[in-house]
């Protein structure tokens, strides 16, 4: 057998393996994943606050409808992390005013390996009634979107409360002209929460219709919950996350022998050179697998073709593969 041949089948090899440890129904890991139930992306859910007319992160009424955005997303099977949780020994704490690039880069450098952020923002304000003299209504509008933090795709969005009419701010709040502020908050705060409720509710279940579209063909998804995304294949729900292979001192023959491995591998889509340049190479490459996953097939394939060097991962999804430079043999090396 030549040597691409060799590499087919050892792709293969490593893609039987993984496939069946992920998908025999008979298999100790499969049936942990049964019971721990459905899985999906991992989420953070964040305010982009920036606007002056937004109500800012930490105000009473933003952490209600926070809360309840949240609330409403884990209770269809989602996993969301709390951002303070996995950012505080590494990033400042306690930020407002925050644009959509900073958020993005809190999720990149979360402890957590966030897929999914959801952003959302608050617009609130006081109007007069027409024709009533002396009376005010609060008008609350939240638009909610999510995007993936590795290849920035948008997934999806959703706005309530344009159309939606509150009470009128109470007399009580009032002190001639003025209004109290305590008063204000805790009287719009009793009908701000369900406006994260219908912004949460609505993000879930179209992430849960999106996850279901990228889905495995013949895999079935139990139509009771709108986060089943029990997916039992070798592969992520969500489509090919964005990778970038880093590969340093490879040859020309050596690289090829691994553009015909890693396209081999299970869940891989597609890939394309993104830089060459003497004794280095880039590859954007996509697939559904996971990270770690996709470490390993890497080195069990340098193992295999024999090339001495090392497999790293750092921030943004990017993975580095190293050759050592060897003396020849017959020469000392160096004390």
């Not at 809360?67 to 099977?77: Q, S, Y």
């Not at 491995?261 to 490459?285: D, I, N, R």
Request: proline fraction near 7%; glycine fraction near 6%; hydrophobic fraction near 40%.
């Amino acid at each position: 057998m030549n040597a691409a041949g060799k590499i087919f089948a050892i792709a293969a090899a490593v893609a039987a393996l993984t496939t069946s440890a992920f998908a025999s129904p008979d298999h100790p890991a499969d049936q942990a994943a049964t019971q721990a139930g459905p899985r999906g992306p991992s989420i953070l859910v964040a305010s982009e606050d920036f606007d002056a007319d937004t109500i800012p992160r930490g105000n009473v009424n933003f952490n209600r409808i926070q809360r309840a955005i949240i609330d409403h997303m884990a209770g269809r099977g989602f996993k969301i992390y709390d951002e303070t949780a996995i950012t505080m020994d590494r990033l400042p704490q306690g930020r407002v005013r925050r644009e959509l690039p900073e958020l993005l880069q809190t999720a990149k450098l979360a402890q957590a390996p966030i897929d999914v952020i959801v952003v959302f923002q608050i617009h609130a304000s006081i109007q007069n009634v027409q024709y009533v003299k002396n009376t005010k209504v609060p008008h609350i509008r939240v638009d909610g979107r999510m995007i993936r933090v590795r290849g920035g795709q948008d997934l999806t969005g959703f706005e309530y409360g344009e159309d939606v009419d509150l009470d009128p701010i109470p007399q009580a709040c009032f002190t001639g002209d003025q209004i109290d502020r305590q008063c204000l908050l805790e009287s719009v705060g009793t009908q701000a929460r369900p406006f994260g409720a219908a912004v949460g509710d609505a993000l879930a279940i179209k992430l849960a219709s999106f996850l279901r579209a990228n889905l495995d063909p013949g895999v079935s998804v139990p139509e009771d919950s709108y986060a089943a995304t029990g997916h039992r294949g070798p592969c992520n729900e969500l489509d090919g996350t964005p990778y970038v292979l880093r590969i340093r001192d490879f040859n020309a023959p050596e690289l090829q022998r691994l553009e015909e491995a890693f396209t081999s591998f299970a869940c891989y889509q597609h890939y394309k050179v993104m830089k060459q340049v003497p004794s280095l190479t880039e590859y954007w490459y996509e697939s559904r697998a996971d990270q770690a996953r996709i470490v390993r097939d890497l080195q069990f394939v340098m193992q295999y073709m024999n090339v001495p060097g090392s497999v790293s991962v750092t921030s943004g999804n990017v993975i580095i593969l190293e050759k050592h430079i060897l003396p020849p043999h017959g020469v000392d090396v160096p004390r």
